[in-house]
């Protein structure tokens, strides 16, 4: 799958604000500085798309990206098809009040239940750390409300080999314990774009899987 544009559409306070849910919609979360805007412009292929911050708990609102990718057929011609990219706040450490990580928390969930065109959540999990806790607790938590989603741990630049390796297979084995079947997982860097093409494939079959 070639991304053709990628463009900013509109930052919503809640779930309601979003725009229309006319086509296929792919939300990004993670804990704050798992490096979630770097990851979105790498698929994108478009620096300064979603912003990115040394400071963790950047973002803040529910940001809404319009996706237009095409897909070339048997006889070399390109289907295009356009989807939205939405950029979720972090979840997890950032400096700011308890009654704003609430707010931040219900936001989320009640985008997550209600947003119609939703088709799978990307959970960013940092590559460079042991299973944290709270990753865990937000993946269980998605699977009690049987939302769909896939894995996308991040950084892998910054690891050895062996390193990212041994990180992953401990998370995956930590799922064990709560999951019969582990979800669908990529090892990603926005900075060698690793496992790029492994994430938009996925998508295109999961948009083609809706025609």
């Not at 805007?37 to 478009?46: E, F, Q, T, Y």
């Not at 319009?66 to 289907?79: D, L, P, S």
């Not at 992953?168 to 997982?185: C, I, M, R, T």
Request: proline share 4%; aromatic share 10%; hydrophobic share 40%.
């Amino acid at each position: 799958m070639e991304v053709i544009s990628a463009t900013y559409l509109k930052s919503s306070a809640e779930q309601a604000q979003c725009p229309v849910a006319d086509r296929p919609e792919y939300a990004f979360i993670g804990r704050s500085n798992v490096g979630k805007s770097s990851l979105i412009n790498m698929l994108c292929n478009k620096k300064g798309l979603a912003k990115t911050s040394a400071a963790p708990g950047k973002t803040q609102l529910i940001n809404h990206f319009e996706v237009i990718t095409g897909v070339r057929n048997k006889v070399g011609h390109m289907e295009k098809s356009s989807w939205f990219l939405v950029d979720l706040p972090g979840y997890g450490y950032a400096k700011v009040s308890q009654k704003q990580r609430k707010n931040w928390s219900a936001m989320i969930e009640k985008y997550i239940l209600k947003r119609k065109n939703l088709v799978n959540m990307f959970v960013l999990i940092d590559s460079r750390h042991e299973p944290q806790p709270i990753d865990i607790e937000f993946i269980n938590q998605l699977g009690e409300w049987r939302v769909p989603f896939a894995l996308v741990f991040t950084k892998a630049d910054k690891n050895k080999p062996a390193a990212t390796v041994r990180n992953v297979d401990a998370f995956l084995n930590g799922l064990k314990e709560s999951w019969e079947e582990l979800p669908v997982h990529f090892v990603t860097s926005a900075i060698d774009k690793r496992g790029r093409g492994a994430v938009l494939d996925y998508i295109a079959a999961l948009n083609g899987q809706l025609q």
